[in-house]
């Protein structure tokens, strides 16, 4: 398949990274002009615009910081859509948006993914990240190897916008966990305990998390770089809430962590990194809450892998 991927930032750049590696034909897109000289570099092929990608390609991937950034490109490609042409959107999206833009791809003879990304940006650059896929199952079968050289665990999550629903409320997740770390290592730090000793009493105990185990240690390296803003965390937690909206299901803590983060964003600015959430406590207390031996960013020791299909359980 000759492959489009639109969208070479934190995540998308790392995605696309890992089909150039593994020897897939991909022709790359992005409004900076540096990041499309970089994959073209390593084996890419410059696709010029989003309009010149869809005529060229099997599958375009899409992976924008917004829903209206994927609106936008959709717009323009959307005439070239013909049989057999397929959409994957990477981005993390809203479902009922997904699911407008995937049934005018449908109407026009492609099919439509939604395969947002989950496991951190260290994940993705080599290839172990988590892959939701949101599709019918034949349209699925055809893009199992792109996803399986993407990522390690592909999970197909049921009809076209299932994967978005499902990668928000992972987001909601992380960000209720990154919250509660912060208070956690804050409170520690308060009460005179060692913060190194901290850490690892929570990392071995019922309080552990994916998200205490990597993003509490550049907390504490004071770096807080996890290549992920609190504007996107606002979008992500936004997402969820229409989608419980929308279900009709009320929420006590999901209201809560977006004024946290809206607070943030408005002291700290929409770009500010997100894990410095901690900063609201560390202003409030006079507490500086890192600690020596931590790493500046997160880094995956586990080697590529191919990807597999993880079986749900019935």
Known sequence: MKIGFIGLGNVGGKLSGSLIRNGHNVLVHDLNAGFVADKV?????????????????????TCLPSPAASAAVMEEMLPYVGHGKIWMEMSTTDEAEVKRIGAQVIEAGGAAVDCPVSGGCHRADTGNISIFAGCDRATFERILPLLTTMGRRVLHTGDLGSASVLKVLTNYLATANLVSCAEALTVAKGAGMDLGVAYEAMAISSGTSFVHETESQVILNGSRDISFTMDLVAKDIGLFQD????????????????????????RFGPRELSPNIIKRLEEATGLDV?????????????????????????
Not at 55 to 60: E, H, K, L, T, Y
Not at 297 to 313: F, L, S
Request: charged share 25%; proline share 9%; aromatic share 4%.
């Open 290 to 314: 890192t600690a020596p031996g931590f790493p500046a960013e997160m880094t995956d020791y586990e080697p590529e892998e191919q990807g597999a299909e993880v079986i749900v359980r019935r």
């Open 243 to 266: 989608v419980a909206d929308r279900a009709g299901v009320p929420l006590d803590l999901n209201p809560l962590l977006i004024r946290l983060f809206n607070d943030a964003i408005d």
């Open 41 to 61: 570099a390593t084996g890419a092929q410059n696709g010029e615009s989003p309009t010149e990608m869809m005529q060229a390609c099997d599958a375009v991937i």
